[in-house]
C-alpha cells in the first residue's frame, strides 16, 4: 500500500491497516511466517485459526465469498490459518475486503481478520507425531443399547447403600467400585476391596473383552469420571505400584481428545471416540502421562469423520468439534506385588537411592554442591538457551535506579540482566562457572563466588539483586545468611531485590499476559521465557521416583490439596521429586531439569532425542516467609513485598 492510497484511507480503515502490518510482525517473530509485499494466491489469516476458538466451517464460506478456495490450511492450536485461492484475483479480493472485517468465533465472540499474502503456507512443526508404543484405540466395542445401559446404571444423585466412594470435585464428578482410590497416596488399599465389587453388567462385558481378546488381564477397580464441557483432567502416569499393566477406558456419550505426553515434551493428541475403548499398555501406561485438556472445543480432523486415534497436524483438514457431556468407565487391575516395569525413572516401585533432607550444615552443603552446584554446571548451555526475556518487575528495578549505580547480580546465571540498564556499572556473579563463562561470552563483568561468600568489599554497592537464587540453599541457616550476606554489600540506603520460587503456583489460573505473549507453540518442547517460574518448564514431565515422594497418580489429588483437604507433608527422609507443571506437595524437593539430547544424533524426532533428566534442590516458599525472613534481618527494612507470577519476591533497603 503506497502512501497516496494511504492518505485516502478513513480513520478506521488506517486503524486496520496499523493492525495488519502488526499482525504482519507478530507473525513474523513468534511464528517464523514471512508475508511477502506482493499479491499471491496464498494469505495467511491472523486471528482466523483453531487456536483462537475459529473453526473450519466458520471460516471457509466467509473466504468463499472471495473466490474459489484451493485449499485452507489450519493448524491445530494456532490463531492463524492460510487459504490459498484458484487464482491471484480471488485473493487479491479476499485481501481487500477481509482485512479488519469482524466475524464471531465458535463461542459467539467477535474476532477480527487480519491478512497478509504468503508464498506457501509455512508454520512451525509440531514435531513428527507417533502413535505411543501400546496405545490401542478399539472403536464401536460396545453398541449403542449397551452405553444407554451403562450411562443410566451411574447413580450421581445419590449412594443410597453408600458403598461406592463418590467425590464431586471442581473438575469432574467421579465414582469408584471395587477398591477406594485414595487420592493422599494415590493408591488403593489393597487389603480393603470395596463390597459389591464392579457392577453385573461391566462384570459381563470384561468377560466378554476377555473372551474375544481386547484385553489380558480382568480389572477388579472402576473408576467412573463425568466430564462436562470444559472439564479435563491434568497429564499423569498412574501409580506403577497400584496397577497392573494394562488400564483400558471406555468413552461414552461424547467423543474427546486426550492428550498424550513423553517425558521429553512430545505430545500427541488422540481422539477417542464415542463407545471406543482405549487400550494402555506397557510404554503407553508406564511412560506417557495422559490428560485431558480442559476446553470446550476439540480440534478434530474433518475429513474423518470423528474415527479414533492421532490427530494429525498438517493435513490441512482441521476443525473444531464442541464437546457434550463425556463418561469413561477407567478399569483398572489391582497390583499385589511391586511393579518390575523397564521404565525405573518413572516407577514407584524401583527406588533408586535418593538424597534425603540435610540433617548437619555439612550434609546441606553437600546437598547443594550436588545437586544445585554440579547440576547447574551439567545443565548452563541449555539452561541459558531458556533464558533470554527479562522479567518486567526485574528490568523495571534496574531501569530506576540512578545513573551511575554500582550493583550487583548475586546468581547471575546468563547475565541477562546485566546489559538491561547502560547507565549502572553492574557485575554479576555465580556458583558454576560454564554460567559466568557464558556472562563473559556476552561481553558482561560476571566471576564466580558462593552466594554465602561474595569477594565485594562492604557496603560498596547501591543496588543488589538476587534472582531464584536463595531457593537453593538448603537450610533456614543458609538461605538466612545468604540474604545477610547480600545486605552486607549494601551501602546505607542501598536496595536489595529478591526472588525466590512460591510454594503457591497459579496452575488453575491462565497464564499472564506476559507469559502468553511469549509462548512459543503449544509443541514446542521448551518455553522461551524465563523459567524462574516453574509454570514454564517443559511439559509432560513425571520423573517422580521413588518411595514416599508423591507417586503421582491420579492428580485429583491437587483437588483435595486445594479444598484444604490435607495438611502439610510431614517432612520425609528422603526429599520427594516433584513432577512438574503441578503443584507442590512439599517445600523442599528435588525439581526435574529435563537436558535435550544431541538431536542431530537422533534425526527419528522428538522421541530419540531424550536427554538425561537432572535434579535441582529447591526450597519452595509459602506466602509471607521469605517477609519475615527478610523482617527478620540485621539492618534493614522491607520496601516492598509481593508476588509474581509463581515468585515471592521483596525489596529490602539498607539501614
Ligand atoms: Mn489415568
Ligand atoms: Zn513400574
Not at 121 to 149: C, H, M, R, Y
Request: some cysteine; hydrophobic content about 35%; proline content about 5%.
Amino acid at each position: 500500500m503506497d502512501c497516496e492510497h494511504q492518505s485516502k484511507l478513513s480513520k478506521a480503515e488506517k486503524k486496520a491497516w496499523r493492525k495488519q502490518v502488526k499482525a504482519r510482525h507478530t507473525l513474523l517473530r513468534h511464528e517464523g511466517i514471512e508475508a511477502v509485499s506482493y499479491a499471491t494466491q496464498s494469505l495467511v489469516i491472523a486471528n482466523g485459526g483453531l487456536g483462537n476458538s475459529v473453526g473450519r466451517s466458520r471460516l471457509l464460506p466467509v473466504l468463499e465469498a472471495c473466490g474459489v478456495v484451493d485449499a485452507l490450511l489450519m493448524p491445530p492450536n494456532k490463531p492463524y490459518s492460510f487459504v490459498r485461492y484458484r487464482t491471484t484475483d480471488e485473493s487479491k479480493k479476499a485481501y481487500a475486503n477481509l482485512n479488519g472485517k469482524e466475524i464471531e468465533d465458535d463461542l459467539g465472540q467477535k474476532i477480527v481478520l487480519y491478512l497478509n499474502f504468503v508464498e506457501k503456507a509455512q508454520w512451525k512443526q509440531l514435531g513428527l507425531q507417533t502413535f505411543p508404543s501400546g496405545l490401542t484405540v478399539i472403536e464401536n466395542i460396545v453398541s449403542p443399547d449397551v452405553e444407554q445401559f451403562l450411562l443410566e446404571s451411574i447413580n450421581w444423585t445419590e449412594d443410597a447403600d453408600n458403598q461406592n466412594f463418590q467425590k464431586s470435585l471442581k473438575h469432574r464428578r467421579v465414582k469408584h467400585f471395587g477398591y477406594e482410590f485414595h487420592y493422599e497416596n494415590n493408591n488403593v488399599d489393597k487389603d480393603k476391596p470395596l463390597p459389591g465389587g464392579l457392577p453385573d453388567i461391566c462384570d459381563d462385558i470384561l468377560d466378554s473383552w476377555l473372551k474375544e481378546g481386547f484385553i489380558n488381564y480382568k480389572p477388579d477397580q472402576l473408576t467412573v469420571n463425568q466430564y462436562e464441557p470444559g472439564h479435563g483432567i491434568p497429564a499423569h502416569v498412574d501409580t506403577h505400584s497400584a496397577f497392573e499393566d494394562e488400564i483400558i477406558s471406555l468413552s461414552l456419550g461424547s467423543e474427546i481428545v486426550m492428550d498424550f505426553k513423553h517425558p521429553d515434551g512430545a505430545t500427541v493428541p488422540v481422539l477417542l471416540p464415542r463407545r471406543s475403548l482405549l487400550v494402555m499398555r506397557g510404554e503407553a501406561r508406564y511412560l506417557w502421562a495422559h490428560g485431558i485438556t480442559p476446553r470446550k472445543f476439540d480440534t478434530v480432523q474433518a475429513s474423518q469423520g470423528h474415527k479414533g486415534g492421532i490427530i494429525i497436524s498438517d493435513t490441512g483438514d482441521l476443525t473444531l468439534h464442541k464437546r457434550g457431556v463425556r463418561v469413561s468407565f477407567t478399569f483398572r487391575k489391582v497390583r499385589k506385588t511391586p511393579c518390575n516395569c523397564s521404565y525405573h525413572l518413572a516407577c514407584d516401585s524401583q527406588t533408586e537411592p535418593g538424597p534425603t533432607f540435610p540433617e548437619s550444615e555439612g550434609a546441606a552443603s553437600q546437598l547443594e554442591q550436588d545437586y544445585v552446584h554440579r547440576v547447574y554446571e551439567e545443565i548452563a548451555r541449555h539452561f541459558s538457551s531458556t533464558r533470554h526475556s527479562p522479567w518486567p518487575h526485574i528490568a523495571e528495578f534496574l531501569r530506576t535506579l540512578p545513573a551511575g549505580s554500582i550493583v550487583a547480580d548475586i546468581g547471575c546465571g546468563n547475565g541477562k540482566y546485566l546489559g538491561i540498564n547502560k547507565e549502572l556499572f553492574m557485575v554479576g556473579c555465580d556458583r558454576s562457572s560454564s554460567l559466568v563463562d557464558i556472562c563473559r561470552e556476552r561481553q558482561f563483568q560476571a566471576f564466580v563466588c558462593d552466594a554465602l561468600a561474595i569477594p565485594i568489599r562492604s557496603g560498596s554497592c547501591d543496588a543488589c539483586i538476587s534472582i531464584a537464587v536463595i531457593h537453593h540453599l538448603a537450610t533456614t541457616e543458609r538461605r538466612v545468611a545468604a540474604l545477610q550476606e547480600l545486605l552486607r554489600l549494601l551501602r546505607p540506603g542501598g536496595k536489595a531485590l529478591i526472588y525466590v520460587w512460591a510454594m503457591e503456583q497459579e496452575y488453575n489460573q491462565k497464564k499472564s499476559k506476559y507469559l502468553r505473549e511469549h509462548r512459543t507453540s503449544p509443541g514446542a518442547k521448551e518455553e522461551t521465557s524465563e523459567c524462574v517460574s516453574v509454570q514454564e518448564l517443559p511439559v509432560g514431565q513425571m520423573a517422580n521416583v521413588g518411595e514416599g515422594r508423591s507417586a503421582h497418580s491420579d492428580p485429583l489429588d491437587n483437588d483435595l490439596r486445594q479444598d484444604g483437604g490435607l495438611a502439610r507433608d510431614i517432612p520425609h527422609p528422603k526429599l520427594p521429586v516433584h513432577t512438574n507443571r503441578t503443584s507442590f506437595h512439599s517445600q523442599d524437593l528435588l525439581v526435574p531439569w529435563h537436558l535435550k539430547g544431541n538431536s542431530a544424533k537422533n534425526p527419528a524426532g522428538p522421541l530419540g532425542s531424550a536427554g538425561p533428566v537432572l535434579h535441582r534442590f529447591y526450597h519452595v516458599f509459602r506466602e509471607g516467609e521469605l517477609e519475615n525472613v527478610c523482617r527478620a534481618l540485621h539492618g534493614a527494612t522491607v520496601l516492598r513485598s509481593y508476588y509474581d507470577q509463581g515468585n515471592w519476591c521483596v525489596i529490602l533497603e539498607k539501614i
